[in-house]
């Protein structure tokens, strides 16, 4: 966060020692890292265009974190900053990326053709399909960091690009400063509004600043898909549409991303994205991919069996309630998603989802019946 | 690197540097250091001309809100204190917090003495606006510990419950809450507590850091109602004070439990005299002992508070500029507060009521908390009077009513105009 006197060299005044963190009673990724060695070493270091450790690290400092939940506790201010700072974030990024290393190369694969099946999901079951990931427009500032003339002009870029869509992605932008009532009540009907962050893990980092400049919400007329404009990263992207069509879902995606990505170049901007962390966007946990693909799913007697933990955990799928992160389920319908983002491509992950889905589709249809499903237990992928 | 400047800020000596009353000689220290110290928008930072980066204050309702025109916005702009503490980190929770049709917020903060006189041109108006008509450029603040001048000032404690003092104090030489680092904050807490600790008699007592305090002390304290919790107002944290927590912040109070202070919560220190019942002549004669025997502990320590003839003690939030003096009482007020005259009376007394749980609380039953409204341009001693009159006005007032006979509203003392 770009506050005081810890985004300026005046702390180099005082020894590392003195400057250092009390983490003693954190529980999240950065505070595992970052020792007083740590911080001694890159305390003075800055990224060109400013951003500090103490920047990287606050929301980390703020938010102690959970005994069961470990949060990451570090965002990047800028691209360079995972350059400049990758002390602190590799050791971070390996831990959260399931051992991703430096030297790994990430995998890009927009093509939605590689995506076997995925277009028959039972609608019995699968209520709805979903796929979004995030985009950061190469040069400048991320929401941490950026002043208001930045996040302005990130805006501007992106309603031109978006209003540049034609055939079903045509569609329409909602600034959050000018929507009128009616606008916004139809925004929340149709579970698309976004709200200014609570969580004090965003706030912490500076993201939420001179709310609701600069923010908005851009949608198709079909309302299928829909972009975030200045929320948590530059760019959101979100594919979705009612029923178990995952694939219609994906295409979408990808046919989307890929114009928009071709209307930025046409411009003369690109994408954050380098071969080693893929898409680069502001919080370390939505690298590589940026993706999660996810349907609601009714799994009333399969959530309830011992081994559902298990079977999501070789599936590499995790669950959330229907309102999203940090929600339970209400009645035994489950939002069902990939685990990863990194080290796995776009396809890869969504083929996981359709496959994963699939079986404990199966799974529960078998439960139903009174019959055994010990047969149908996956392997580890 | 710091420039020396800038270091120099940092180290107790410089004091006789920044003691130099006016704006005259602080600017001029700014100005020969302007090259070394930038706003955080530097090198290969994307850089927008002012007009793109004005913020949109079309629906706010704060002084900052009224003031802010883009000619200043884009005047002020490139500056930054010695700190390097710049004009967007000043207003950025008046950008945050729109405010509310019926309450004016202030919406900007300092992070350091400097910021007082490098962004004077926004400032100003809005001390002038906070305070009265109060014009920082040529009005002279008057400091007056002097308890021994206190006229009456003890209440009848039928309806007086208890009185309390309160003001801040900031330490010379470190950054305020907003922008300081954590070795500055902890310096703060080195300071001050070490000062405490040389506190004798009636003052004697003891600090508990908010990060070592084990659940007992915690639980004592919540019942004798002196914790305080990290700031959930937006208000606060989006200007960057609550950074860390609860690194460095604590509480210290006397055995007695008659005088406590606050390290770095909204202020570095937080100074507060109180008792149960009526005795405010007593309770301000602890608050001026008090506050001068920490004055003079630090100051043998070479350190001293930031205060200067213009503005008085300088504090993070402008509203409490001057004396940063919050007198009050808990009075209990039946007919009083019924009758439609109460508003006017206490306008007309310079009071302004609030609920017992402080600010933005509402009063349970008839008792209130009325306090001073001014802070700056009166001094602790004419402040401290104006509530002692004033509350004997307000149970005089009372008496009669419970006799049956009529109240008057009285005269408006002067204000600064």
Request: aromatic share 8%.
């Amino acid at each position: 966060m770009p506050f005081g006197n810890t985004h300026n060299q005046l702390k180099m005044n005082y020894s590392a020692a003195q400057e250092y963190p009390d983490l003693s009673k954190h529980n999240n990724h950065m505070a595992k890292v970052l020792t007083e060695e740590l911080y001694a070493q890159l305390r003075e270091k800055a990224t060109p265009s400013g951003f500090t450790l103490d920047d990287v690290i606050q929301t980390g400092i703020d938010n102690p974190g959970h005994p069961f939940i470990m949060t990451v506790g570090c965002v990047a201010g800028d691209e360079e900053t995972y350059e400049v700072f990758k002390e602190l974030l590799d050791p971070v990024i390996e831990d959260r990326h399931g051992g991703y290393k430096p030297s790994d190369k990430h995998k890009t694969d927009l093509n939605p053709d590689h995506l076997k099946g995925g277009d028959d999901l039972d609608p019995d079951y699968v209520l709805s399909s979903r796929v979004r990931t995030g985009r950061s427009i190469r040069g400048f500032c991320l929401p941490p960091h950026c002043s208001r003339g930045e996040r302005r002009a990130v805006e501007d870029l992106a309603v031109e690009g978006l209003g540049s869509l034609d055939g079903d992605l045509k569609g329409k932008y909602y600034a959050l400063k000018n929507m009128t009532d009616e606008e916004q009540q139809q925004l929340i009907d149709d579970h698309f509004l976004f709200d200014k962050p609570v969580s004090p893990l965003l706030l912490a980092s500076g993201m939420a600043r001179d709310w609701p400049d600069a923010r908005g919400i851009w949608h198709n007329d079909n309302k299928t898909f829909l972009v975030w404009v200045n929320e948590e990263d530059h760019l959101r992207v979100i594919s979705m549409q009612k029923g178990g069509n995952m694939k219609e879902v994906f295409n979408r995606f990808c046919t989307g991303l890929t114009k928009i990505e071709s209307l930025f170049k046409d411009k003369g901007h690109e994408f954050m994205w380098n071969e080693h962390l893929g898409y680069v966007l502001t919080c370390p946990s939505n690298l590589g991919t940026g993706l999660r693909a996810g349907v609601h799913v009714k799994l009333p007697c399969v959530s309830k069996h011992e081994k559902f933990g298990e079977i999501l955990k070789r599936l590499r799928l995790q669950k959330r309630g229907t309102g999203g992160v940090d929600t339970a389920a209400v009645g035994g319908v489950f939002d069902i998603s990939n685990a990863d983002r990194l080290g796995f491509s776009e396809v890869d992950l969504v083929q996981m989802v359709v496959d994963g889905v699939k079986l404990l589709v199966e799974m529960e249809k078998r439960l139903e019946k009174g019959q055994s499903i010990d047969d149908l237990m996956p392997a580890q992928k | 690197m710091a420039s020396t400047f800038t270091r120099v800020l940092s180290r107790k000596k410089t004091v006789g540097i920044l003691s130099l009353v006016g704006a005259g000689s602080l600017m001029t220290g700014y100005l020969i250091n302007k090259d070394k110290v930038h706003a955080s928008a530097q090198s290969s930072r994307r850089r927008y001309p002012a007009s793109a980066e004005y913020p949109d204050l079309r629906k706010h309702n704060n002084c900052m809100a009224s003031h802010l025109t883009p000619a200043i916005y884009a005047e002020l702009i490139d500056k930054a204190t010695p700190n390097g503490f710049t004009l967007d980190q000043c207003i950025q929770t008046g950008v945050d917090n729109p405010g509310h049709p019926f309450i004016k917020t202030v919406g900007m903060v300092a992070g350091d003495e400097e910021s007082y006189q490098v962004f004077a041109e926004l400032f100003n108006p809005v001390i002038k606006e906070r305070h009265n008509g109060y014009d920082p450029q040529i009005m002279r603040h008057p400091t007056d510990l002097d308890a021994s001048k206190i006229r009456s000032g003890v209440f009848d404690e039928r309806y007086v419950l208890s009185s309390r003092v309160r003001t801040g104090r900031s330490i010379r030489g470190l950054a305020l809450p907003p922008a300081c680092t954590r070795a500055e904050r902890r310096e703060v807490e080195r300071v001050v507590a070490d000062a405490l600790s040389g506190l004798k008699e009636d003052l004697l007592g003891r600090y508990y850091s908010l990060t070592e305090m084990t659940e007992k002390e915690q639980q004592q304290l919540i019942d004798d109602h002196f914790l305080f919790d990290k700031p959930v107002s937006p208000l606060l944290t989006c200007s960057g004070m609550a950074r860390d927590w609860p690194d460095a912040r604590g509480i210290w109070h006397n055995n007695e439990k008659t005088f406590l202070v606050w390290v770095n919560e909204e202020d570095h220190t937080r100074v507060i005299s109180m008792e149960k019942g009526g005795n405010m002549k007593r309770v301000f004669e602890r608050f001026c002992k008090g506050l001068k025997e920490v004055e003079r502990l630090i100051k043998e320590k070479g350190w001293e508070f930031m205060w200067n003839e213009r503005l008085g003690y300088v504090l993070t939030c402008p509203s409490n500029l001057g004396t940063g003096l919050r007198a009050g009482v808990h009075i209990s007020l039946p007919r009083l507060s019924k009758d439609p005259r109460f508003p006017k009376i206490l306008d007309n007394l310079r009071l302004q009521k609030r609920g017992t749980g402080g600010v933005d609380t509402a009063a349970v039953g008839s008792t209130f908390d009325i306090s001073n409204l001014d802070r700056l341009g009166k001094s602790e001693v004419e402040l401290v009077q104006t509530v002692i009159d004033g509350v004997n006005y307000l149970v005089e007032c009372e008496k009669r009513l419970e006799k049956g006979q009529d109240i008057k509203i009285p005269p408006p003392l002067s204000q600064i105009k």
